[in-house]
């Protein structure tokens, strides 16, 4: 129980000092785009001076290095400045960079991942389609072996930086045995387009795309793991997204706990400030609640994943061939991923549910004033209602949660 303190060292608290001095720099400009709906273009090259491109990513790849606590404060802080700018980290960081740091071969990580943690290089997830959201496993993508190269045909949507991709993680099936494997799709190849999708509530600096791919070529070298893994790569992948969506709404949360405090301590109604009224006290309190207990729940689960990164990343070191024998069958590997899936499963769940009713009650205390977009508080309220669908719509996770305890006998889905 002495390590649950979550401590930190003087590095960490340095490299997090740093998140939070760009983010400072940032705020005005990212306020201005969303009223805009338009991309934050200072994003990516000033958090790139930092390394927080390459936050968890090791130094072999031209990261930093760090654990994957120290990531999640950093997204805690990115989230005090709204799902839209924290999003573009779990896109390019959590599903995109990790997913090659933890699958591709070297060859692969070599050419792919030091260009991504300057920003060179820009990372998406493509496993949503139209027809396949929650259920990956009905995807219509469809791809072929050509012998020299993969022919890949299909259509994803709500694609997250697909507007300003170069690389994506793609998923599809094969023509003949319906068994899903995993891409590297550079997205300058022939046989692609991308168009943005727009109209959307909230999230409006961080922009989602529709990408066609129409007999896209991906060379043989560009397969990530093995073929018919790539549902297990996926399911992988959205560990670390989960995780990130949690740690970011503990940003919001103090985001909202600031912006109510200040307003309701300065606002008068009815002759005596709205900080000395109960029901505006009661709100108060219940945004703290929520926000300590996510917190606590989002760092455990966090510690769970390192436990599960150290022991791959060890198990590489031994095995050979480690892709064939990391599997189900590596009683040591099944536990610790168990562990760290259902961590994130329910921090995740517990997390968003948090995040949308402390908007909610922040938005309530601020009256008129908080229902406009200028306020930090409906942007809070806008984007958080979107981190309840994406990675892994909450009715989903909460079946997750119970068959965990049930027992697949009883699964739901």
């Known amino acids: 129980m002495s390590c649950m303190n979550f401590d930190i060292t003087k590095k960490q608290e340095d490299f997090i000092s740093k998140v939070d001095s760009v983010c400072k720099s940032l705020r005005s400009i990212e306020e201005e785009c969303y009223i805009e709906d338009r991309l934050n273009e200072k994003l990516v090259p000033e958090f790139?001076?930092?390394?927080?491109l390459g936050c968890p990513i090791s130094?072999?790849?031209g990261g930093l290095g760090f654990d994957i606590l120290t990531y999640c404060k950093s997204l805690e802080r990115i989230g005090e400045e709204g799902n839209?700018?924290?999003?573009f980290?779990?896109?390019?960081?959590?599903?995109?960079?990790?997913?090659?740091?933890?699958?591709?071969?070297?060859?692969q990580k070599k050419r792919y991942l030091p260009e991504t943690t300057t920003g060179k290089s820009i990372m998406a997830f493509a496993l949503t389609e139209p027809e396949a959201g929650s259920d990956p496993s009905s995807m219509n993508s469809?791809?072929?072996?050509?012998?020299?190269?993969?022919?890949?045909?299909?259509?994803?949507h709500w694609i997250g930086n697909g507007t300003i991709a170069d690389i994506v993680?793609?998923?599809?099936?094969d023509r003949i045995t319906g068994k899903i494997s995993a891409f590297i799709v550079d997205m300058n190849s022939s046989g692609i387009r991308k168009k943005e999708m727009k109209n959307k509530m909230g999230l409006l600096t961080i922009k989602n795309a529709e990408i066609y791919f129409e007999e896209c070529c991906v060379p043989k070298q560009n397969l990530l793991g093995k073929l018919g893994q790539g549902l297990n790569i996926a399911y992988s992948a959205l560990i670390d997204g989960r995780l990130s969506v949690a740690a970011g709404c503990i940003g919001v949360m103090n985001d909202c706990l600031n912006e109510t405090l200040n307003h309701a301590k300065l606002r008068r109604q009815h002759g005596s400030l709205l900080a000395k009224k109960q029901?505006?006290?009661?709100?108060?309190?219940?945004?703290?609640?929520?926000?300590?207990?996510?917190?606590w729940l989002t760092y455990k689960a966090a510690c769970a994943r390192q436990k599960l990164h150290d022991y791959v990343e060890e198990f590489k070191l031994e095995q050979e061939d480690w892709q064939k024998k990391l599997d189900r069958n590596n009683t040591a590997?099944?536990?610790l991923r168990k562990e760290a899936d259902r961590l994130t499963t329910i921090a995740k769940f517990h997390a968003t549910n948090t995040a949308f009713d402390c908007a909610n009650r922040s938005v309530q205390v601020f009256g008129s004033f908080g229902y406009q977009k200028t306020a930090r508080v409906a942007k809070h309220f806008l984007d958080s209602r979107a981190t309840m669908i994406y990675e892994g719509a909450n009715e989903v996770l909460e079946l997750k949660i119970a068959s965990e305890v049930l027992g697949d006998a009883y699964k739901a889905y």
Do not use: C, N, P
Not at 84 to 87: A, F, G, L, V
Not at 142 to 156: A, F, V
């Open 279 to 295: 029901l505006i006290q009661q709100h108060i309190s219940r945004i703290i609640v929520g926000k300590e207990s996510v917190k």
């Open 84 to 87: 839209s700018m924290r999003t």
């Open 333 to 335: 590997y099944s536990k």
């Open 169 to 173: 993680t793609t998923y599809a099936k």
């Open 89 to 107: 980290f779990s896109v390019h960081t959590s599903i995109g960079q990790m997913v090659l740091q933890g699958w591709a071969d070297e060859d």
């Open 48 to 52: 790139s001076k930092i390394g927080m």
């Open 59 to 61: 130094k072999k790849y």
């Open 142 to 156: 469809r791809y072929e072996d050509k012998g020299e190269y993969y022919s890949l045909t299909g259509k994803k």
